[in-house]
């Protein structure tokens, strides 16, 4: 069980890697909300991890309310948080971190990949990857949902062809599932696409321990 910080949530466990984890539209501490119970299984994996609230306080329940809070929020400000996350993690003994977001906290977490230095990989769930490409330096692994009402697959394949042709380290992976499958607090979630995710993202993060 992890705890509650001023600042948002940590989970602890004993690794050469951290985790900073970027909840959903709806808050961290939403109803909705299943990031600190995500991070606890990412420290019971081996992993510490780290979810900022974004939102300094703000839930939202339902999803008028959170593409409210969304709009809401400065992305260059999300991207600081997510840059003093990590000095907070390596501060605590951690030399290696990786970010890893859900809906609006994936597209924070590739957008971080470009602008935050020193992280040493990014997971991204059904969020379209956006920015200057050319400026990615570290492999990502993506989640998306076939059936998604929120995020473009045509978009999402054609950014992931754009990266692979500048020979960035990306795995996309398509899930005939909905938006949110990984988030068992919402009638999207998807038991199949979520166990099969979770596999995966816990071989991305053992590759990035040992790279």
Same mark, same amino acid.
């Given at each position: 069980?992890?705890?509650?910080?001023?600042?948002?949530? &940590?989970?602890g =466990?004993?690794?050469?890697?951290?985790?900073?984890v970027?909840h959903?539209?709806y808050?961290?501490?939403?109803?909705?909300?299943?990031?600190?119970d &995500?991070?606890?299984?990412?420290?019971?994996?081996?992993?510490?991890?780290?979810?900022? /609230?974004?939102y300094?306080?703000?839930?939202?329940?339902?999803?008028?309310?959170?593409?409210?809070?969304?709009?809401? *929020?400065?992305?260059?400000?999300?991207?600081?948080?997510?840059?003093?996350?990590?000095?907070?993690?390596?501060?605590?003994?951690?030399?290696r971190v990786a970010?890893?977001?859900?809906?609006?906290?994936?597209?924070?977490?590739?957008?971080?990949?470009?602008?935050v230095?020193?992280?040493?990989?990014?997971?991204?769930?059904?969020?379209?990857?956006r920015?200057?490409f050319?400026? *990615?330096?570290?492999?990502?692994?993506?989640?998306? %949902?076939?059936? /998604?009402?929120?995020?473009?697959?045509?978009?999402?394949?054609d950014?992931?062809?754009?990266l692979?042709?500048?020979?960035?380290?990306?795995?996309?992976?398509?899930?005939?599932?909905?938006?949110?499958?990984?988030?068992?607090?919402?009638?999207a979630? %998807?038991?199949?696409?979520?166990?099969?995710?979770?596999?995966?993202?816990? =071989?991305?993060?053992?590759?990035?321990?040992?790279?």
């Open positions: 069980m992890g705890e509650v910080l001023s600042t948002g949530y &940590f989970a =466990a004993h690794g050469p890697l951290a985790v900073i970027l959903e539209a808050g961290l501490f939403s109803p909705n909300s299943n990031v600190p &995500f991070c606890d299984r990412l420290a019971g994996a081996g992993f510490s991890a780290l979810a900022p /609230d974004l300094r306080g703000a839930t939202a329940t339902s999803v008028d309310q959170a593409l409210e809070l969304m709009r809401a *929020l400065d992305p260059k400000n999300a991207v600081h948080q997510v840059s003093a996350s990590m000095e907070h993690l390596r501060d605590r003994g951690t030399p970010v890893l977001g859900f809906s609006m906290g994936g597209g924070l977490s590739f957008r971080s990949a470009l602008e230095e020193g992280l040493s990989g990014v997971i991204m769930f059904y969020a379209t990857p920015g200057e050319h400026r *990615l330096g570290i492999p990502v692994l993506g989640h998306f %949902s076939l059936r /998604d009402v929120f995020v473009s697959v045509d978009a999402v394949r950014a992931e062809r754009h692979l042709h500048e020979g960035k380290r990306v795995t996309f992976h398509y899930y005939d599932a909905d938006h949110s499958f990984m988030n068992e607090k919402l009638p979630f %998807s038991g199949t696409a979520a166990v099969l995710a979770w596999d995966r993202t816990l =071989a991305f993060l053992r590759s990035l321990s040992s790279g």
